[in-house]
């Protein structure tokens, strides 16, 4: 399984980024994936989740309304385009493809998102 973040950098307070995750070694399309971000000094948390069709979402609220998961099944990828960044969004974000039937979850090594001016 490799999971594999690109898309992160530094951005300024309002401005946007688009993550991808390209994910390869497994069934991509049977698989729930999600975006998950940390903070330093703070616990892992998720932002996003999109189920296997990609026909449902789930947002954290601090995200809500601004953030997007999209994925491209034939594609193997799994995007997170973020609007209207706020400084408190700086954090490591990992790709992560959900457990199902006593296999996994893995995980991506992580892109850094900073915003700041």
């Known amino acids: 399984v490799q999971l594999v973040e690109s898309g992160g950098g530094l951005v300024q307070p309002g401005g946007s980024l688009r993550l991808s995750c390209a994910a390869s070694?497994?069934?991509?399309?049977?698989?729930?994936m999600s975006w998950y971000r940390q903070a330093p000094g703070q616990e892992r948390e998720l932002v996003a989740l999109i189920v296997s069709t990609g026909g449902g979402t789930l947002y954290a609220e601090s995200v809500k309304g601004r953030f997007t998961i999209s994925r491209d099944n034939a594609k193997n990828t799994v995007s997170l385009q973020m609007n209207s960044l706020k400084p408190e969004a700086t954090a490591v974000y990992y790709c992560?493809?959900?457990?199902?039937?006593?296999?996994?979850?893995?995980w991506g090594q992580g892109t850094q998102v900073t915003v700041s001016s």
């Open positions: 992560k493809v959900e457990k199902r039937n006593n296999w996994g979850p893995y």
């Open positions: 070694g497994f069934a991509f399309s049977s698989y729930g």
